[in-house]
């Protein structure tokens, strides 16, 4: 079980780093959710992946917004209404693999969903085509002045999507070791029933044949031959014919009919039960 679950765990790395090493261009957000005081100065960061289409592509960072957070960025709008020239207080960069946004003195107004984009655009005879545009989201919520610390606090409400695999092969494997005393009492028990079955049918087989019977379900006691006189052989049960077969004159196998019979007549004679 243990092997088991280290290869599990394995293969979801190893699974985990193809997906990151795949051409397509991915955007991941650093955090899901920031909360900073007004006035304070926020710094969204986003992290870009992949590579793009075409080795002579360009990429573009972009960020969009919207005050309502349980709704997509529209593309037309931008943090704080900046375009190609920044409004006051207002930052953007990117270095390596990172890209993100800065914004000084928040206010209200900035509380909302923010969106990076990561735009992949293929340029051919003075002809601009967008190849690949992945994103991401994070949302930031502005809370009343302090006194205080100015400072942000950001949480993670998911793994990163790299340690979704790993995370659910540790927790596969957990659940099987939980699991596996309870499996191991469920087969115990399901053992010795058979055997005890086994073990009843095995008796029940032996006494039989002790008492002379080869089927058990036949357990009565054996049958006793019953003893009839002549008199009641004579006079026994008519046949379909409503003839007596024995004691009608002039059947073949009749008595004489006048005489003595020729059996004796106070010797009781046993019969078969065959015969009844």
Known sequence: ML????????TAKANTVLSNGHTSLGVSASHMQYTCPEGAKVKLVCHQRGALKYNTDKLHFNWLFTQHSDQDCPNHN???????????????GSSGENFWLEMENVTRSDQGRYCCVALDVHEANNHKVLEQRPHSHMVLTITPRRNGSQEC??????????????????????????SLPLILVLVYKQRQSAHS??????????????????????????????????SQIMTRQSSETGRHLLSDPGTPLSPPGHGDVFFPAEEPIPESPDLL
């Open 153 to 178: 606090t950001y949480v993670d409400t998911t793994p990163p999507g790299g340690m979704v695999p790993v995370a659910l092969a540790v927790a596969a494997c957990v659940l099987a070791l939980l």
């Open 3 to 10: 092997l088991f679950c280290a290869v599990l765990v394995n």
């Open 197 to 230: 079955s086994r073990r009843a049918q095995e008796l029940v087989r032996m006494d039989s044949e002790a008492q002379g019977h080869e089927n058990p379900v036949f357990l009565g006691g054996s049958p006793q031959a019953k003893t009839r006189t002549v």
């Open 78 to 92: 931008r943090p704080r209404n900046m375009g190609r020239t920044l409004p006051p207080g207002v930052k953007v």
